[in-house]
């Protein structure tokens, strides 16, 4: 009976201690569960059971349990660490605490939604059928086919083909269509950078200058500059780890103002000795964008009147924080034609209907190596610089997000190409997806 009693309390002993350590997880599991579910019902528009089925259908995530209700989701593990998040018109839906208010009035974005008779890009209307005799459409249309096959590994929602002013390929998982928006992760960060990119063209910033954080002005973090912001090396701490309690995963889901919590953290090196990626940056420099207005309706409409609404992606909406701060890491959501306009923006060098909205050398200064990233990085867009895809041309530049949310822009080819899903590598193969389009490309 000793013997039993001494493993019996041995036992006990473990689970307490598994459950000491694992408890405060399930603030961010059902943190996450209920954050995806809440925007993808209520901007996408998908049913419940399909987003519990596919998208939190992922490791610990899909222990939790979420409600649905008129205008807010709610998830718990087992009936613990209740999280809800609400969705508010114009701004998304965002994980609330007990400090918000549902009867408080809050400002939004105004839009100028317009619609014309133009082709696309430039308008929604698609033209007649144009064969390119450079174009091999079997050929192409087999690689497309092959990005959608073995579907639980793949997991491949929508690709897009544009070439020489044409979507000359385009192709939707059942239950998605043109119309479907979808969360770009962090090729919200691209997005984000854009806008540093218009305010640099419009003569209302200067890369080179020290970011304005008051904190950083006594200590060695005031040689942060805004070029080192972008460029993910500043220096400063950070841990991107979403397997675990990390710097992102507190800042994505228990942060009311996660503009703060990159600026809050230690310099471990100088700017430019370290390249870090940090999606706690791409909020700093969100809440940077700020400070560049003097009212928050001017912050609010900014992205989408110099940007979002002016090429015409109208389906595009930002979601921002419970301090009204837009989420600039990671939750932008688009439908596919929408994100390719935004890929169609930077192969036309800022370039759109006639209108520059960023200096040509804004699309060089972002695909310019930072160093120390291996010729993967440049200011806030992915690179091929050192062949990461050895297949692709080098001057293919990406914006990258979670899960194999991708704009790729390759120059050389006169090419953008959109791909979403719930997967990337090694489930999904970029270098073998990329490589087979382009060479039915001639």
Known sequence: MKIIKRILFIL????????????????????????NMASSVFIADRSPEAVRDTDNDIPLVKLAEVSVSENSATGSVYGLMKRTSVYREGLGCVLVNEDFDSTKPYLKPNRNIFKNNLAFPYGDTMPKDTVYENVNYPKLNAAIANSFSDPEIKKTRTVLVYHKNRIIAEKYLNGFDKNTPILGWSTTKSIMATLYGILEYQGRIDLNSPAPVVAWQNDERKNITLNHLLRMQSGLAWEEDYTKISDVTKMLFLATDMTTAQAEKEAIAKPTEVWNYSSGTSNLLTGILRKQFKTTQEYLDFPYAQLIDK????????????AGNYVGSSYAWANTRDWAKFGILYLNKGLWNGEQLFDEKWVKYITKPTAHSKGTYGGHFWLNAEGKYPDVPRDMFSANGFQGQRIFIIPSKDLVIVRTGLSEEPEFDMNTFLSEIISAIH
């Open 311 to 322: 090429i015409g992606m109208h389906s595009m909406l930002l979601e921002a924080d419970m």
């Open 12 to 35: 006990v002993v473990a689970v307490a201690i598994i459950a000491y350590f694992n408890y405060p997880k399930l603030n961010l599991i059902s943190g996450f569960a209920s954050k």
